[in-house]
T-cell receptor, first 117, second 115 residues
């Protein structure tokens, strides 16, 4: 149980285009989903927290107009990188927290490798 | 606010040797502690966690970690490593009260097991 998927696993796009990444909780309902960014050989940095049906909360320094997050249902959150540039190339990982989880444990997706040419 | 320090960015070790990956944290409130493992080009997998109770926690694949409150540490150990343990290991903390969700990660330790 507690499986989180991400799609696509890899994406290569041209500079200036937008890319959408999906995060799904496959066997549980997630009231909260988190989006992280990981640069090579560095730790995960939380970008934003999204709650189903409400606006995402962005961490300081993260441009909300560039990284659009939608959490339309209890099993799906999307991250759209708008007008992507080479510096947006990174590994994006989502995690999901289950409804009524006493300990608020997060379950992580396998990540999406974004390369912007 | 919390912070996590993993002093060792890389730890090379021979197969069947013991290993310890260090993790120290700083927090003004009580925390839960986690170790995650990340294999190349994959997401994070929870390895083990300390929530309460016994300070020594174990994983199913032979890793263990001990919570030391006085030293604010949660070092990860394995008495005999295998090639398949080669991965990046992240220590993380989260507030245990107030319903906080935010995980704070360390910078990771690359464990490289050699023959």
């Amino acid at each position: 149980g507690a499986v989180v998927s991400q799609h696509p696993s890899r994406v290569i796009c041209k500079s200036g285009t937008s890319v959408k990444i999906e995060c799904r909780s496959l066997d549980f309902q997630a009231t909260t989903m988190f989006w992280y960014r990981q640069f090579p050989k560095q730790s995960l940095m939380l970008m934003a927290t999204s709650n189903e049906g409400s606006k995402a909360t962005y961490e300081q320094g993260v441009e909300k107009d560039k990284f659009l997050i939608n959490h339309a249902s209890l099993t799906l959150s999307t991250l759209t990188v708008t007008s992507a540039h080479p510096e947006d190339s990174s590994f994006y990982i989502c995690s999901a927290r289950a409804v009524r989880t006493v300990l608020n444990e997060q379950f992580f997706g396998p990540g999406t490798r974004l390369t912007v040419l | 606010a919390q912070s996590v320090t993993q002093l060792d960015s890389q730890v090379p070790v021979f197969e069947e040797a013991p290993v310890e990956l260090r993790c120290n944290y700083s927090s003004s409130v009580s925390v839960y502690l986690f170790w995650y493992v990340q294999y190349p080009n994959q997401g994070l997998q929870l390895l083990l966690k300390y929530l309460s109770g016994s300070t020594l926690v174990e994983s199913i694949n032979g890793f263990e970690a001990e919570f030391n409150k006085s030293q604010t540490s949660f070092h990860l150990r394995k008495p005999s490593v295998h090639i398949s343990d080669t991965a990046e290991y992240f220590c993380a903390v989260r507030e245990s009260t107030g319903g906080g969700n935010k995980l704070t990660f360390g910078t990771g330790t690359q464990l490289k097991v050699e023959l």
